[in-house]
């Protein structure tokens, strides 16, 4: 079972720079979401989606855009990076109130 | 809004020695609740979730939690600390108002000594 699947694991961004972190699921789930991981902060909800063609904003969406044309796939996408988004990216998907997470993105933006 | 809060953000225990992790949650209405660990380099394993059913959950590896409504409390607990046992551990609220959304805790990390 592949579960959720995020790509890059590591990447280094200049500033400026645009970058889309890939999630899929192959669960089937409904709901999908993107967290960011920062130390002593633990997870930020930056976007969720409820099904495909259906997305919303979390606590933290600015810098960010996402998209979900297919059940199975939830692009987030950075258009203009900067130093505050350096961050370990998390993507999620769930199904009766268990969320199921990705191994991670680790973002420096320098 | 829901949200919750975990009291300490590290814990030491000595292997073998009761492990406890705190947490507190905000909600307007009975929340669902959740245990989650990540270990390094990982993302987050479900240990266990309360969802209105028993007040004591029992989840992976030995891992248990007591919701109770008067405390606004869903502490985390296992009798006996092993090593395997040493990483971070989130809780987190999802509820009715906010749908399916889940919110984190800031995390605990666990130490074992041996």
């Known amino acids: 079972n592949a579960g959720v699947t995020q790509t890059p694991k590591f990447r280094i961004l200049k500033i400026g720079q645009s970058m889309t972190l890939q999630c899929t699921q192959d669960?089937?789930?409904?709901?999908m979401y993107w967290y960011r991981q920062d130390p002593g902060m633990g997870l930020k909800l930056i976007y969720y989606?409820?099904?495909?063609?259906?997305?919303d904003k979390g606590e933290v969406p600015n810098g960010y855009n996402v998209s979900r044309s297919t059940t199975e796939d939830f692009p987030l996408r950075l258009e203009l990076a900067a130093p505050s988004q350096t961050s370990v990216y998390f993507c999620?998907?769930?199904?009766?109130?268990?969320?199921?997470f990705g191994q991670g993105t680790r973002l420096t933006v320098v | 809004a829901q949200s919750v809060t975990q009291l300490g953000s590290h814990v030491s225990v000595s292997e073998g020695a009761l492990v406890l992790l705190r947490c507190n949650y905000s909600?307007?209405?009975?929340?669902?609740l959740f245990w989650y660990v990540q270990y390094p380099n990982q993302g987050l394993q479900l240990l266990l979730k309360?969802?209105?059913?028993?007040?004591l959950v029992k989840g992976i590896n030995g891992f248990e939690a007591e919701f109770k409504k008067s405390e606004t409390s869903f502490h985390l607990t296992k009798p006996s600390a092993h090593m395997s046992d040493a990483a971070e551990y989130f809780c987190?609220?999802?509820?009715?108002?906010?749908?399916?959304?889940?919110?984190f805790g800031t995390g605990t990390s666990l130490t074992v000594i041996p």
């Open positions: 999620a998907s769930s199904r009766d109130r268990e969320a199921f």
């Open positions: 669960m089937n789930h409904n709901y």
């Open positions: 989606s409820v099904g495909a063609g259906i997305t």
């Open positions: 909600s307007s209405v009975p929340p669902y």
């Open positions: 309360y969802t209105s059913a028993a007040t």
């Open positions: 987190a609220v999802s509820g009715t108002v906010t749908g399916n959304q889940f919110y």
